[in-house]
């Protein structure tokens, strides 16, 4: 079984592969992981789910496809994934933290282990024409390959996700998480924005992602196959 999936240049693939939400969350520090060593291989990480941050005075200019960031560096991305040539948001990444096999249902993480990204997204425009969405945005072993992106239950304290705010004035900003589902052998260190929304190649993000990490060199690539792009 794998969990990587491919980007698809069609809405409803995109859709299908990759599910992130956005949510009003308070700034405060999350850790995961169990205190039970027989639970989980993985080391246990706290990371900050929300970022202070300053919007930019002047026009921003997107964020160019294979732009490597550190978490908690600030990318420039198309505030809706559909809309390319809409308004820009500003996307802050500030870390990707492993869960633990069997505390998400069977719905969510289908037979693999959730990780937890948080990133705090803010409004660029005066007037809000384009609700920000983290569609687009996913989990990635090597910093390539998008993994499977589900959406993390109504009260799990480790994830939370919410509704967006529908009126986000320029400069304000929310907080969001969602689940980046792996293999069971398979550790996420990276967080990519990989949806393909031009055919300009300076932005094809499908082929080279904007890519955020701790800074540490990509692992080599699984070799395991890839799972199909959904076509419809």
Known sequence: MTMTVRAATSRTALVATVLAVTALAAACTSGSGSSDPTTSARPSTSVPVSAAV???TGPAQRTAAATAL???ESAFLPADAFRPNGQLAMFTVTGIEPGVA????????HGGVPFYVHVTVTQLGT?????PSTVGLA??????TAT????PPDGFGKCVAATAPKDLGRGNSYATCFVAVADPDTDLTRVVYWAQTTTDPEFDYKAAPVVWSDGSPAPVASSSAPAPAPTS
Not at 102 to 109: A, I
Not at 127 to 131: I, S
Not at 148 to 151: G, H, N, R
Request: charged letters at 30%; hydrophobic letters at 30%; glycine letters at 14%.
């Open 102 to 109: 069997g505390e998400l249902p069977e719905s969510v993480t």
């Open 127 to 131: 007037r809000q024409l384009d609700v």
């Open 139 to 144: 989990g990635s072993a090597d910093g390539r």
């Open 54 to 56: 300053v919007a930019p």
């Open 148 to 151: 499977l992106t589900e959406t």
């Open 70 to 72: 550190k978490f908690g």
